[in-house]
């Protein structure tokens, strides 16, 4: 028997996979950089390919707190006199005389006459007289200059996020300020008569907009500019004022609501008069109405009002649109197998992103569970989570012990 279609789903739909990469083909990487302090270089994405000044390390060094001699001096006596000192940031000067080592710490330079480093505790010192257990190696314990990056050698290449270990990498390499892509500007605004801003008394009928502070921490950790238009009503006027205000101060124009069939759902319709609606409706629950377009030089992305549809079409459509506008590379989303604990229903029609908790047994296999019911408008479904289980478009309803496929949230969702 044929299992029965999703009633939301019909024919015209376009999968995600199909879908994602056409809305990908019609934004563009910013052109515009700036140079920025190091200080102020966190999240921001490099717009050059920079190679080290420097040899890594600079220096041969030691990494271990002891001494450092000559391997070959340890064979006529295991006992060396104590020439001097190295400390980090005051190398040792003196003259190589045979049979001699000299206290060392780590990070202190390692003197060209000399070419291995015993710990401390491999060690016995007897006031001037060091007795040494000799390592395996000639080289033990040094550091060797440029052993990690040559000067010239690619560090970083365009397009790369800096995270902290980039701002230390820089740093290391010694770059005071950086190349980075402009910082783009979305500007987002709810629409829907019930909505009242948190702060305020509610009234028959009416509801807190959520959908601005979930947007408003998506697009925090996406690394952008936020202008925050707040709830416009139900009214064309009032869009089309918002939407002109929005296009003419952003890059992107982003608003939950409005883009379903009702009565109110005004989104659309203005969209088409001021601007160019390109694309509408995906193969996806939740977020199958989503409008994608042109609004003056901005990019147009419409989230369905319900709270979990806007996060879930901001997370799979308008976060791969933005890190490509931003001047990122592709981000491949990881997924993994895990085992269903519990069964699904679901009717064949759209890819589903379920909203679920992904964790290991005793066994140590991963397994996965939803987190309960999963109306489009239970946000409480998304805190809950930690990972989608991604439900192929033709999948039906799933038994507890099947094999699914599990996607992380990723640092944009955690
Ligand atoms: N006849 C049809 N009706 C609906 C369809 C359909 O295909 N045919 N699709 C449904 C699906 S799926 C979705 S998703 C929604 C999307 O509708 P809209 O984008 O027009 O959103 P609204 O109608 O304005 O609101 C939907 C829902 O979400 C609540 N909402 C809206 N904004 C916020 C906000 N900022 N914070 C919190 N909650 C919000 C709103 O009160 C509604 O309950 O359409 C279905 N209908
Ligand atoms: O696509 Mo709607 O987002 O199912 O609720």
Redesign the pocket.
Known sequence: MQAKQDP?SHPGLMHPDQAIPKLLDQVQPTADTEVVQLNQAMGRILAEDLASMLDLPPFDNSSMDGYAFRLADLQQSSTLKLAGYSFAGHPYEGEYQPGTCIRIMTGAPVPACYDTVQMQEKTQADGELITIEAPDATGTNVRGRGEELKAGDKVLVKGTRIGAAEMGVLATIGQSQVRVYRQLTVAFF???D??RPVGSDLAPGQ??????Y?ILGLLQKAGVNWLDLG?IA?DPEAIRAAFLEASSNADMVLT???????D??Y?KQILDEEGEITFW?MAI?????FAFGKLGDAVFC??????V??MVTFYKIVMPLLQKMQGLPPQPSLSVKATLTSPIRKHPGRVEYQRAILSRNDQGELEVCTTGSQG??M?TSMSLANSFIVMPQMQGDTPAGTQVDVEPFNEILS
């Open positions: 939301c709810s629409t829907g019930e909505l509801i807190y907009d959520s959908n601005r979930s709830v139900d939950s609501g409005g883009v379903s069939v009702g109110a759902d989104t409706k629950k939740p977020g199958k109405p419409g989230l369905p009002g319900n709270p549809s806007s489009s408008g946000l």
